[in-house]
């Protein structure tokens, strides 16, 4: 049975180059095509091996198999489920592109299979013109044009398919019936050029192209015709350029300048946006398939449920997917086929990610003096791929082979299989994730480590002092050391404080227990800095808290009066590390900062905010952080165990890329709250506080990942700091932050043994102990393509490439990483159709099953703040939003990339159940509706301008949409099923995401609504950004080029 995959049709009913009835000349050849990794060399597409492809092995005459699809048509005898959402209605027929709305069907058949074309275009390839298999339940009634029906196999091959090959105009055989699934004509697809309403404006509004500027080498699908071509319609001719077509100027649409002139045929209905590939039915699909069970880890290389599903997870033998994801499950066996399908491979890790309550926490292993046992040659730690041989006596390593003598503590017979007699009594044996307890050989200098410490340094400039943040610090921090974070188990937390305030010069407080006061001692040569204290800076908050409390309550009195708006900042985190290296423990420091640092010190910075460089050769330096003074304080932080965690309260540029710069590489975390005011952001602010401060962490930490023969880790990504090239260092590492590895062959793979992974993490416990943590993963391997395509993970995918494509951008025009990412995505596709889905039509667009929704996230990829390059957003929020995203898990980047978007106005008050999202596109919103959105960042309520008064009544306590007060920012606590219904909804969001996120209550048609907007990631981005219908096609006429 060959591999079917989603097969879409492109929405334009011309035919294309090279088919049908155009020269297959058409367009100059490709010249090489620039993909591989950032960076890498530009390589030609090779043939498939011998072996790849799987022959069509349907027996002539047989029926196909049933098909049961997400994407199901209404025929229930090709076993799909009815259509999932009701017909539009009448009146949106009318294509908001303006095509003047016209009958679904342009019928030339009977009416009988025209009933069954219908707009669901997905349990079936629906072939015009012999396809591999036919199928004998085709009408009688149908004309000779069209075919029996080709089916596309289920599923659970791995492909989905989406409707019927187009014949061009020119085409010999005759045109078949117009399906909905023929959008307009190519001319005339606001996609792929202009329409005459809109003046040839492109899919990114505002960019150009796609990506602005010529098509990359060999990426066109946008090349000027060849001789012979030259005067079709809709193809204007193009000026000879080196990559074909150039801009035609900022506002057109490049190559094609749309107009009436230029439309070929009659235009015709657009694309129906329910039969492309939606994230939220696969997410619904997987929590119904897979969702409330329980997901055993004992098998290698199986694809775990998707991050959005709950399932309760049993570790036998690997890691649990909270800690370890990867971009497929079936690696590759030589890098000639990893090459060839450019799927990056790679694994994303999170070693202290949260457990919930229903699993078992990991176990510590303790093997006393002799401290954990490791394979003399690569230094791997005993885990169960681990072979014990000979007896018992001796050891093969599973990752580099070599025999090792098993230590006189550690023997243990072996049963009639072979395997140890107490292999369910040990952690390291049986278990994918375990602790060791580290010996002195793993601490610093041979000693034990102590407990770490938090300093809390507060900047005490005007800015802060009067928009009453200072006030606000002081006064929580009372409460909220009493949830300093402790072992499990342990009364009260052995976690040290220490206070700093600052403004031009810095001022440390002594709050020793034996004190009646604090006494403070002020170092204002900030060039020099040193800690003028060592006994008493430090304590135990449950010995000191009378003194610290006294201390908090004098602090916002103190600087009252103050007028001093300057700040420094380099010497604040530096004042930090000196502390705790004077106290010889580890630690984080959490700043409270307003302002950019422009008081003479060291770090000191100047505004280099400059919007003329958006969209030039330049812009990327905007966001590479200023070099020197930052670069070694991050060093320094890192070899002493210091996190930064910075909290910034701008009010205009700070240039966060070089502020940020040291949070970013020592496991630190970034808040920005810009023109805050207690009122408003004050709660969102405590709740990120409290978050950072009570969280699962650990101190000065080591990671490294070691991988059997084959293959190797090449590439790191995350809140990181990397002396070598094998080292991960990060001076905290907590339960949020995530490090994204990618590997590479350095030989041959073997199907028998697989890949193996473990990541063994060093670090020390918020009590003082020296720990390891062993993180276990086994992949497949295979010769075949079509088994890693159908082991990829699409959520894990799109957070590698988000991360690559960050960091390829502080050395990258823009417009290069854009190119790159749909370069690499066009080849993994085209690569998954030449190799592994059986034979079709070239105007059928087709994914594998487990990508299907690959583009939707690409496409939002690029249209996020970073990607973008657009003049209306703020330089530091761009930059801030490109460091978040460094550290991000795979489900953090998941819901950024495809926000959820809840309807609200008919929920089940009864039901302890949420709303199912919606797909995120502004066709979902509704005049009557209240729909929530929320992306792990941002939080919104939409309301609709027809909102029910008695909804609003209920959940507001005002009588209508009108009353509503403009700057409305919570939710009345009501007594009324509604309101408590509600609030209990976005309770529970705000408790499963890592950071707290403000609500914004939108109302239809507000001001306030363009920022809710650049969240409904299907349409189009109002910074530019194409939308998905339009983004899918480029991205089929892409594949189609590399397929040429």
């Known amino acids: 049975m060959s591999q079917q995959g989603y097969v879409a049709t492109p929405p334009y009913s011309q035919a294309q180059p090279g088919m049908g009835g155009y020269p297959a000349g058409f367009g100059s050849s490709p010249a090489q095509p620039l993909y591989g990794h950032y960076g890498g060399q530009p390589q030609s597409f090779p043939a498939p091996p011998t072996g790849l492809m799987k022959p069509v092995s349907s027996p002539s005459g047989m029926p196909p198999p049933e098909v049961s699809s997400q994407y199901g048509s209404n025929i229930q005898q090709n076993g799909s489920h009815p259509q999932r959402y009701p017909a539009p209605p009448a ?5 908001p592109y303006g095509h003047p709305p016209n009958s679904p069907y342009h019928t030339i058949a009977p009416q009988a299979p025209a009933q069954q074309l219908t707009n669901q275009m997905g349990s079936m390839n629906l072939g015009y013109g012999p396809g591999p298999m036919q199928n004998p339940q085709a009408p009688p009634t149908s004309p000779p044009a069209q075919q029996p029906f080709q089916t596309a196999p289920p599923p659970t091959m791995g492909q989905t398919t989406l ?15 117009q399906s909905p699934l023929a959008g307009p004509s190519l001319g005339g697809h606001p996609s792929l050029g202009g329409h005459p309403s809109m003046g040839g404006h492109p899919p990114m509004g505002g960019m150009g192209r796609p990506f602005p500027g010529p098509p990359p080498p060999g990426s066109g699908g946008f090349q000027q015709p060849g001789p012979g071509a030259a005067g079709q319609p809709g193809y204007p001719q193009q000026p000879q350029g080196q990559f074909g077509g150039q801009m035609a100027g900022p506002g057109m649409a490049g190559p094609f300048q749309g107009g009436a002139a230029h439309m070929s045929g009659p235009p015709q209905k657009k694309l129906d946006p329910d039969s492309i590939p939606s994230t939220t ?7 119904a398939k897979r969702g409330g069970q329980v997901y055993t880890t004992n098998l290698r290389g199986q694809v775990p449920p998707l991050v959005t599903t709950d399932f309760t997870v049993q570790d036998q033998g690997n890691a649990s997917p909270r800690f370890m994801r990867c971009t497929t499950y079936s690696f590759p066996c030589t890098a000639d086929l990893a090459k060839q399908c450019q799927v990056p491979l790679g694994a994303i890790i999170k070693p202290f990610a949260t457990l919930p309550k229903n699993e078992t926490p990991l176990y510590v292993v303790n093997h006393g003096e002799t401290g954990p046992i490791r394979c003399n040659r690569c230094k791997a730690y ?35 299989m072979g395997r140890r007699v107490d292999l369910y009594e040990r952690p390291e044996l049986s278990l994918g994730s375990y602790e060791f307890e580290a010996t002195l050989d793993y601490c610093k200098n041979n000693k034990p480590d102590s407990p770490p410490a938090y300093i809390f340094m507060i900047d005490v400039s005007y800015a802060n002092i009067k928009s009453g943040l200072v006030r606000l610090v002081c006064e929580e921090l009372k409460t909220l050391l009493d949830n300093l974070p402790r072992e499990d188990g342990s009364e009260s937390s052995t976690v040290k404080v220490g206070f700093v305030t600052y403004n031009k010069i810095l001022h440390f407080y002594n709050v020793k227990s034996a004190l009646a006061q604090p006494q403070m001692m002020v170092v204002s040569d900030t060039a020099e800095m040193f800690v003028p204290l060592l006994d008493g800076f ?38 930090g590390v000196e502390a705790l290296k004077t106290a010889e423990c580890s630690g984080k420091l959490f700043i409270f900062h307003s302002s950019i640092p422009t008081a003479d010190a060291p770090g000191k910075l100047k505004n280099r905010d400059d919007k003329k460089l958006i969209n030039t050769e330049k812009e990327k330096t905007l966001f590479q952080p200023q070099k020197g003074v930052y670069e070694q304080l991050s060093k320094d932080c890192v070899s002493q165990g210091c996190s930064v ?9 700070v240039d966060l890329a070089t502020m940020g710069d040291v949070p970013t590489h020592t496991g630190g975390s970034i808040f920005k709250y810009s023109n805050f005011q207690v009122e408003m952001d004050g709660e969102h602010f405590l709740s990120d506080l409290r978050k950072d401060v009570e969280k699962a962490i650990g101190f000065d930490a080591i990671m490294r990942v070691r991988t059997s023969t084959g293959f190797r880790a090449t590439n790191f990504f995350g809140a990181i700091h990397m002396n070598n090239t094998t080292d991960v260092e990060m001076a905290a590492v907590d339960c949020d932050k ?21 990541c063994a993490l060093l670090y020390t416990t918020v009590s003082g102990q020296r720990r390891l943590r062993i993180h276990n993963l086994s992949l497949n391997c295979s010769a075949q393509l079509s088994e890693l395509y159908k082991s990829c993970e699409t959520d894990a995918l799109i957070n590698f490439f ?43 667009l087709i994914l594998p099953d487990a990508m299907k929704v690959f583009p939707v996230y690409l496409n939002s990829l690029m249209k996020t703040g970073p990607l973008v390059g657009s003049a209306e957003l703020s330089t530091d929020d761009r930059a801030h939003q490109r460091l978040i995203a460094t550290a991000m898990g795979v489900e953090d980047t998941q819901l950024l990339l495809y926000p959820r978007l809840i309807p609200l106005h008919n929920m089940d008050v009864a039901s302890d159940v949420v709303p199912a999202p919606v797909r995120c596109s502004e066709e979902r919103l509704t005049d009557a509706g209240m729909f929530l959105l929320e992306n792990g960042r941002s939080l919104f309520l939409w309301l609709g301008q027809a909102c029910p008064p008695e909804l609003v009544q209920r959940v507001f306590n005002v009588p209508s949409f009108a009353h509503l007060p403009a700057d409305l920012s919570s939710l009345p606590v009501l007594d009324n099923p509604q309101s408590k219904k509600l609030r209990s909804i976005i309770d529970s969001l705000l408790d499963q995401r890592p950071s707290a996120m403000k609500l914004l209550i939108v109302k239809q048609k507000d001001r306030s609504e363009m920022l809710f907007r650049q969240h409904l990631v299907e349409d189009k981005g109002p910074h530019g950004g194409a939308s998905y219908m339009d983004f899918l096609c480029y991205v089929h006429c892409e594949i189609r080029q590399v397929l040429t």
């Open 91 to 95: 009146a949106a027929a009318a294509s």
């Open 163 to 177: 409707g019927p090959p187009l014949t061009g105009p020119h085409s010999p055989q005759m045109a078949p019936p």
């Open 281 to 287: 039915q696969v997410t619904e699909d997987d929590q």
């Open 382 to 416: 005993m885990c169960p791929y681990m072979q014990f041989i000979d007896g018992g006596r001796r050891y093969q390593c599973g990752f580099c082979n070599c025999v090792n003598e098993v230590p006189a503590f550690y023997f243990q017979h072996l049963d009639h």
């Open 538 to 575: 430090l304590v135990n908050f449950q010995e000191s808290r009378a003194v610290i409390n006294n201390l908090l309550d004098q602090i916002p009195d103190m600087f009252a009066d103050t007028n001093e708006s300057e700040t420094v900042f380099a010497p604040v985190i530096q004042a």
């Open 645 to 653: 965690d910075l909290f910034l309260f701008p009010s205009q540029y």
């Open 738 to 758: 995530a490090v994204t590895v990618e590997f590479k062959h350095d030989d041959k793979l073997s199907e028998e043994t697989g890949a193996l992974m473990q």
């Open 802 to 844: 988000a991360k690559s494509a960050y960091r390829a951008m502080l050395n990258q025009p823009l417009k290069t990483v854009r190119e790159i990412l749909v370069n690499q995505t066009a080849h993994m596709l085209a690569c998954y159709r030449k190799n592994c889905s059986s034979p079709s039509t070239a105007s059928q």
